[in-house]
């Protein structure tokens, strides 16, 4: 199973657009190297448009899933995105908004204190078949209708985020950039859902992202403790493959396919 992660390339020498492949020996290690670092793995595979019927024989019911809206900001050239920092706000339903200020990659180890010790901080490794990254997230939990009122300009972009996550921001953001440099990147409507298959032993999530006027970008996905990731990798990948569901090609990252969508249509945007 792989992921759909964002800023990292596929591999090490390998063009943009092209099939990484699986991970080499030395990318392998690298890999292992990091993996005391993080508290968590999610194994993450997009489904190829050839294999989408297959996901039939998942037997995951999209009814009892929910709807998500989710929001990015950045400048219109995607600056943050290109330095390594990811800001997101989305509305789930049935649960509170949430706010995400991410660091995509991460080195944990030369964070300050202050954010390596908060409970809101996760640090987690994505794998994908052609590519890993380590990602710090700050997360902050925010009443209904903040996301809203920022888009519908009641309330600045920056009191959206938390204090310590404006701390986070300020610190990691490209040199000249502040929040009144960001525009909203969204909103992409995103349907999940959550279930153990048929004849599967782990829970895998299933999600749906859709872009105005384009096909569905369909992600699946599974968490495993660091020193179990191999376990886990050939369990699900096994099952899926027995269902014709495999990685294969580029695996498109889902937040860099819904910043590069929306900042193309951003107004006043050249080039």
């Known amino acids: 199973m792989a992921q759909g992660g964002d800023p990292l390339p596929a ?17 392998l290690l690298a890999l292992f190297a990091q993996l005391s670092s993080v508290g968590s793995v999610e194994l993450k595979m997009t489904v190829p448009g050839e294999q989408r019927m297959a996901l039939r024989e998942l037997r995951i019911d999209p009814l009892r899933g ?15 995105f290109h ?10 339903q049935g649960a509170p908004e949430d706010t995400v200020v991410k660091l995509r990659p991460a080195v944990p180890d030369e964070l300050p204190p202050a954010v390596r010790d908060s409970p809101n901080l996760k640090v987690e490794m994505d794998v994908t078949r ?28 920056d009191k959206l985020f938390t204090k310590e996550q404006r701390a986070l921001f ?51 996905s599974t968490k495993a403790a660091p020193l179990d990731t191999v376990r886990v990798y050939e369990e699900v990948a096994g099952h899926l493959r027995g269902l014709g569901i495999e990685p294969a090609g580029e695996q498109e990252p889902k937040t860099r396919r819904a910043l ?12």
Do not use: M
């Not at 330095?83 to 789930?92: D, E, F, M, N, P």
């Not at 590069?260 to 080039?271: I, L």
């Open 66 to 80: 929910r709807i998500r809206e989710v929001v990015f900001f950045d400048t219109s050239e995607l600056a943050c």
């Open 11 to 27: 591999g090490p020498g390998t063009a943009a657009g092209a099939d990484p492949g699986p991970l080499g020996r030395d990318e």
């Open 130 to 157: 052609g590519s890993y990254v380590v990602s710090a997230s700050l997360k902050g939990v925010r009443k209904a209708g903040s996301l809203h009122a920022v888009l519908d300009g009641a309330r600045p972009l």
């Open 260 to 271: 590069e969508f929306f900042a193309r249509h951003v107004p006043g945007r050249t080039g």
């Open 170 to 220: 300020a610190s990691h953001a490209p040199a000249g950039v502040s929040w009144g440099d960001l525009v909203p990147l969204g909103p992409v409507f995103v349907v999940l859902a959550k279930a153990v298959p048929q004849g599967a032993s782990r829970r895998l999530t299933i999600e749906q992202w859709h872009y105005p006027g384009e096909v569905p970008l369909v992600e699946l």
């Open 83 to 92: 330095h390594g920092v990811v800001l997101r706000a989305r509305r789930t």
